[in-house]
């Protein structure tokens, strides 16, 4: 799902498509292009494996709508993808100063990532409690993954100043708990 976010030059197990004829690569465009509400994936892959797919496929798996959005976004992968370009920037840029903040006195922690989200705190003893200091600020992020860590969605500068703006506000007020 969030293979368009690497960094540049990690490879992906397209660039295997061509040395093993038995494998198949599926992708969804949920992330990337911003099409999550349609369900829509593609599948590389070889001929053969393609002519099998199409035999065992639904009928109507997609609308004729769906299909056509779906191809004018491929029309537009250029511009989709430097969206993505974007937002990976902004990503490695909120990673960057996360590592910069304090909570009790010690620094936080980032979760490596090629993802359009941060999984940040390591050390949050209640992370319930930033997210709700963050919620009453107008900032949504989610309490997902291991015990004292948070996860935070790239967004727009201007979303992601009010994330950084808010986070700061709250760590102060929570560190004095």
């Avoid at 892959?45 to 199409?54: E, F, L, Q, T, W």
């Avoid at 370009?85 to 903040?101: G, S, V, Y």
């Avoid at 107008?138 to 992601?160: F, Q």
């Amino acid at each position: 799902a969030y293979v368009e976010f690497r960094d540049p030059g990690t490879p992906t197990a397209l660039e295997l498509i061509d040395e093993y004829e038995n494998l198949a690569v599926s992708r969804t465009m949920s992330k990337a292009f911003a099409f999550a509400g349609a369900r829509v994936g593609y599948l590389a892959a070889s001929k053969g494996i393609i002519d099998c797919v199409r035999i065992v496929r639904m009928p109507y798996h997609l609308s004729a709508v769906t299909q056509a959005a779906a191809l004018a976004a491929f029309d537009h992968t250029d511009e989709q993808l430097s969206r993505v370009a974007h937002l990976r920037e902004i990503r490695n840029a909120t990673a960057a100063w996360l590592r910069e903040q304090t909570y009790k006195g010690r620094p936080l922690e980032t979760a490596a990532t090629q993802s359009n989200f941060i999984l940040f705190g390591g050390h949050f003893d209640n992370r319930e409690r930033v997210f709700d200091e963050l919620l009453k600020r107008g900032v949504l992020i989610r309490v997902v993954g291991p015990d004292g860590w948070m996860r935070v969605c790239m967004g727009t500068g201007e979303e992601m100043a009010r994330f950084r703006e808010a986070l700061v506000e709250v760590l102060r007020i929570v560190e004095q708990d």
